[in-house]
């Protein structure tokens, strides 16, 4: 148990849908880190919070956006769902804002119908 | 932009030794890292280099060489709870995040 919380494990929705995944961070890591894992694509990094704010941007599409709150937990709000978004969501954090050591939690596993 | 390669399948048998390869390239270097991630399990860490040489830990070893763009992986004493996906993984230029390769699946048999 890596001590970073995902809610929730499975997610079944429709096209054109909109979903928000929640992540918690390990206690007393400020960075969070989103990443989308497919199978033909592997871990492909999406966004980087730290202590609240936008700290680096990866392969992240328009229509998916994150934010921190003041309590370093996180959302990752994805709409207008297509087939293609069906993936593994996982949320990773770090005690700092760069990149050391980072520790993922169980994931979301989203299936767009 | 950086590039990372690694195998896509190895396999070996209970108690021998395997080693898995990793070529980067990139526009910057903040240190590799190796992953072990189990089908439809999150990645669990499994070690950090930033300088060249190699770093032990149990039965998994990690070596890095910058020169090189190479690292690799070596875990001895094979055991089948080791079957799974090893990730190679370098830090941007920015420090900010992990690029990963597509991993290496393991499969270990008796």
């Known amino acids: 148990d890596s001590g970073v919380t995902q809610t929730p494990k499975h997610l079944i929705t429709a096209t054109g849908q909109r979903v928000t995944l929640r992540c918690s961070p390990r206690s007393g890591d400020l960075s969070v880190y989103w990443y989308q894992q497919s199978l033909d694509q592997g871990l492909q990094f999406l966004i980087q919070y730290y202590n609240g704010e936008e700290r680096a941007k990866g392969n992240i599409l328009e229509r998916f956006s994150a934010q921190q709150f003041p309590d370093l937990h996180s959302e990752l709000n994805l709409s207008s769902l297509e087939l293609g978004d069906s993936a593994l969501y996982f949320c990773?954090?770090?005690?700092?804002?760069?990149?050391?050591?980072?520790?993922f939690g169980p994931g979301t596993r989203l299936l767009v119908l | 932009g950086q590039n990372i390669d690694q195998p896509t399948e190895m396999t070996a048998t209970e108690g021998a030794i395997v080693q898995i390869n990793c070529t980067y390239q990139t526009s910057g270097f903040n240190g590799l890292f190796w992953y072990q991630q189990h089908a439809g399990e999150a990645p669990t860490f499994l070690s950090y280099?930033?300088?060249?040489g190699l770093e032990e830990k149990g039965r998994f070893s990690s070596f890095l060489s910058r020169s090189k763009g190479y690292s690799y992986l070596l875990l001895k004493e094979l055991q089948m709870k080791d079957s799974a996906s090893y990730l190679c993984?370098?830090?941007?230029?920015?420090?900010?995040?992990?690029?990963f390769g597509k991993g290496t699946t393991l499969s270990v048999s008796s």
């Open positions: 280099n930033v300088l060249d």
């Open positions: 993984a370098v830090s941007n230029q920015a420090g900010t995040a992990l690029i």
């Open positions: 990773a954090s770090s005690v700092a804002g760069r990149a050391k050591t980072q520790y």
